[in-house]
């Protein structure tokens, strides 16, 4: 029987010009000094920084900043993070960026009001203080705006690692689709990656469905496909970097995992030792792997796999096997992947992985044989040599 | 261009035996004495008023009780509600029951920590400050388990009307769908209808949606109509009563409001005349009304209703005109209300209502002439004399 939790706090300002509410949302939830968290430079010369210092100023926030958080969010700049934040005394945390800024944010708002070193903190799902966090999106990706989690990476080690809990939802997100209308094509491709992989690691579940939930995800993530195609060519449509944004961010909330089970999250788990060790984007790292591990589980549950091809890729199944309808279900995911220019195999990370590469990120996305990542297949360490092996051939 | 906020807090604990839950939730809400509101025998006899009194008891959570709420609730209970919280000083309320219940307790919520009279906040959207309400769901339909809405009926001069705000939005739903499995046929069907209704009436709009809300809309409606047939025959149908039980959240939570505008809630606004005067079921009132209303607005925005019949009706377009693709959609969702044994007219209500009362009617839901309910048509008074004339035929 479907048995599920569903908690999303997250008060949502969508729309365009939406970042001028951020003063008022701040007041909301009571911050008075500030540390506005950020990326590179495109939030600096797009002139949406300048907007915030001046609503926030405008209405008499005081705020401290701290920019540099560069993609799969490193260690050494939330410490920095956190030693300002208490050093400022900051309340509220705002991150003006995508998920990478997002969950370094969240880093430094669990960080502020503990004496733990924050890397003691990985691993914990149920963490239960921190500073509020409010979120100006720059990039539909992540869906880390409204979700209860993070990643970080340890600069010192290249372990790249999650941590969560029910403190670490923001408290708003300002979503304008217009922010996202300047990013470079591969970084939404890997925006998009990222959105649909968040539906589909939640539909590839052993356990008991809900019809409701699946007919949501299996929209989603065709919505996010067709919109996500018209934006190589009109990457200024406002229709769909809209369709896109607020999809991202529903596709992590919450509502695609109103089932039974968390789904399988294999791809993350291993696509995060991809990004570890090598700097991929996240989105590239989960297009590498998801056919190859699409592939080699899908035995383990043939209707799900078939369901879907026909649901969610809208395989016709007449006149095949089940066989030929599942693998046309994946074939289908990738040759999306590839319409957007994205990596569908290790090899084309052009990274020059060899097999002491791959036995190590394996000994890694096992926690050193301690772990295994996956439901619809749990997934040893051998495993995981073989599915890397494979798609880097 | 499409503008929205989202603000959906309320924590929800969905699956069998939830209700275990009760205390737990109460504590994380930080409510130390708490006034249990209900309506009549079943939550009694069903033994789930017991089950929560003594998960109260176990976690030492002082507790007063409050039963009696009917079907479209009234101002003399939550009168005697607010003062019974005053004096009891509670701080939290616990809604056992549908959406009545769930509405009185939002109102005891309000006039517990206000000097004003609770019927001074009717029109009001915007209310801030109120007790934290729980619930336990124990019928599908109003989505009052995470709106922000309530309505209440005045008992001294038939006045229906409802209002709102942040603050009102529950803090935790328990939703488990086996106590909704001993509900009555009929109120089972006019559940489903008010949760059918929730989203159709955001649907139809004259400004501009999103297509990942459009398909959402569709596929809660299409799930909501195949799992409502089912429960004619398996009124115990774990499955059926879950897909519906959630659906009915989601359809009033805000999801299917994501786009640019309120939608036409003429519907609502019209039925709930009739609620009051005749006491008819909430539900009832809406099916008895909307294919006469549908019929009368839809030459309005025809794009918008073809739209519905195609993709939300599943009615095929070829070689019909849009005059009967539009028609096809009406009638088919007029003719699953009739498979429910719903009313779809006001003479199948069986209350002899005559020309005087559908005048008055009309006056009250203009509120004297001075509202136009709808957004599809702003219909004024004369307007709803000629719909609720023609579906009284």
Same mark, same amino acid.
């Given at each position: 029987m479907v048995k599920f939790n569903y908690y999303t706090p997250t008060e949502i300002v969508f729309g365009e010009n939406s970042e001028y509410e951020v003063a008022n949302l701040i007041k909301v939830y009571k911050g008075k000094k500030v540390l506005v968290h950020y990326g590179g430079k495109s939030a600096l010369e797009s002139g949406l920084l300048d907007r915030i210092y001046e609503a926030l100023t405008a209405n008499e926030i005081t705020y401290v900043s701290l920019g540099g958080v560069v993609a799969n969010p490193v260690l050494s700049k939330i410490e920095e993070g956190i030693t300002l934040a208490k050093t400022e005394k900051v309340d509220f945390v705002l991150a003006v960026g995508g998920g990478s800024v997002i969950d370094s944010s969240?880093?430094?708002?669990?960080?502020?009001?503990?004496?733990?070193?924050?890397?003691?903190?990985?691993g914990n799902i149920d963490i239960k203080k921190a500073l509020p966090v409010g979120v100006v999106l720059t990039i539909a990706a992540a869906g880390?705006?409204?979700? #209860?989690?993070?990643?970080?990476?340890?600069?010192? &080690?290249? *372990?790249?690692?999650?941590?969560?809990?029910? !403190? %670490?939802?923001p408290v708003f997100a300002i979503l304008n689709p217009e922010l996202t209308y300047t990013l470079p094509t591969y970084q939404t491709a890997c925006g998009v990656a990222d959105i649909i992989m968040h539906t589909v690691e939640?539909?590839?579940?052993?356990?008991? #469905?809900?019809?409701?939930?699946?007919?949501?995800? &299996?929209? *989603?993530?065709?919505?996010?496909?067709?919109? !996500? %195609?018209?934006?190589?060519d009109e990457p200024t449509n406002y229709e769909s970097r809209a369709e896109i944004m607020w999809s991202g961010s529903l596709s992590h909330n919450g509502l695609t995992g109103a089932r039974a089970s968390g789904g399988d999250w294999a791809c993350?788990?291993?696509?995060?030792?991809?990004?570890?060790?090598?700097?991929?984007?996240?989105?590239?790292?989960?297009?590498?792997?998801?056919?190859?591990?699409?592939?080699?589980?899908?035995?383990?549950?043939?209707?799900?796999?078939?369901?879907?091809?026909?649901?969610?890729?809208?395989?016709?199944?007449?006149?095949?096997?089940?066989?030929?309808?599942?693998?046309?279900?994946?074939?289908?995911?990738?040759?999306f992947f590839k319409k957007l220019d994205l990596p569908t195999t290790l090899k084309a990370l052009d990274k020059d992985i060899n097999e002491e590469d791959i036995k190590d990120m394996a000994l890694k996305a096992t926690h050193n044989n301690t772990f295994n990542p996956?439901?619809?297949?749990?997934?040893?360490?051998?495993?995981?040599i073989n599915i890397m092996s494979k798609a880097n051939q």
């Open positions: 969240k880093a430094i708002a669990v960080g502020a009001l503990s004496k733990e070193p924050i890397w003691s903190f990985v880390s705006e409204m979700s #209860s989690g993070a990643v970080i990476t340890n600069d010192t &080690n290249d *372990l790249k690692r999650d941590f969560g809990g029910r !403190a %670490l939802r939640r539909y590839f579940t052993n356990k008991t #469905s809900m019809e409701i939930t699946d007919q949501i995800s &299996n929209v *989603l993530i065709q919505t996010v496909m067709r919109h !996500a %195609l018209v934006l190589l993350h788990q291993m696509g995060h030792e991809l990004s570890a060790k090598y700097g991929v984007a996240h989105g590239a790292s989960l297009t590498a792997l998801w056919p190859t591990w699409a592939r080699y589980v899908s035995g383990e549950n043939k209707e799900r796999f078939k369901k879907f091809a026909i649901e969610v890729m809208e395989v016709d199944p007449s006149d095949k096997t089940s066989s030929e309808i599942i693998d046309q279900g994946i074939l289908k995911l990738e040759d996956g439901e619809i297949k749990k997934l040893h360490y051998e495993d995981i």
